[in-house]
């Protein structure tokens, strides 16, 4: 079974300090993998996606890097904003399931506060 | 540019009333989808469609009915409200499924059915 596993669950770090969340999936066979920023109250927003070939890749103080070997991927976010308070959703696209649709796998998200 | 709307964005139904959800879309986007997000479960499919007049069935479908009349709009039905349907509820749409395409969610509808 398809599988999006994200740690932590939850995380709170002082404003200005850098932090790294995790995601490890079993998804096979992989098209790419997103990460999505979920404010409190509302719908996620994409921060990045990462093909295959791509290892790393930046948006801001957002970084993605992606080990398709070991399906482990990684969000590191730099220089902590109160801003950055938000649910982090690691999402998987897998095969393609038919009439135009490809399977999405979403993780739990990692929940993040930061604090001042 | 709205991007993708929906409303209600809250609303409370008691065991088995029936409503439907709004969702719209003015990024004449042929693909869209409808999640629910359960506390300490990730986002699962529902029901999607690659256009209108096409819809097909998600992870979980079940008590739920969609059509697609035009390209705009994406409906959620609930036929017969459970306690089990309690949940928060996104739409989503994407130029087309195609995996480089990046989908664009709604701002949610939080539904309690009692």
Known sequence: KNQVEQSPQSLIILEGKNCTLQCNYTVSPFSNLRWYKQDTG??????????????TKSNGRYTATLDADTKQSSLHITASQLSDSASYICVVRGEYSGAGSYQLTFGKGTKLSVIP | NAGVTQTPKFQVLKTGQSMTLQCAQDMNHEYMSWYRQDPGMGLRL????VGAGITDQGEVPNGYNVSRSTTEDFPLRLLSAAPSQTSVYFCASSY????????????????TVT
């Not at chain 1, 509302?42 to 290892?55: A, C, D, H, Q, Y």
């Open chain 1, 42 to 55: 509302r719908g996620p927003v994409s921060l990045t996606i990462m093909t295959f070939s791509e290892n």
């Open chain 2, 46 to 49: 529902i029901h999607y469609s």
């Open chain 2, 96 to 111: 087309s499924g195609e995996a480089r395409y990046e989908q664009y969610f709604g701002p949610g509808t939080r539904l």
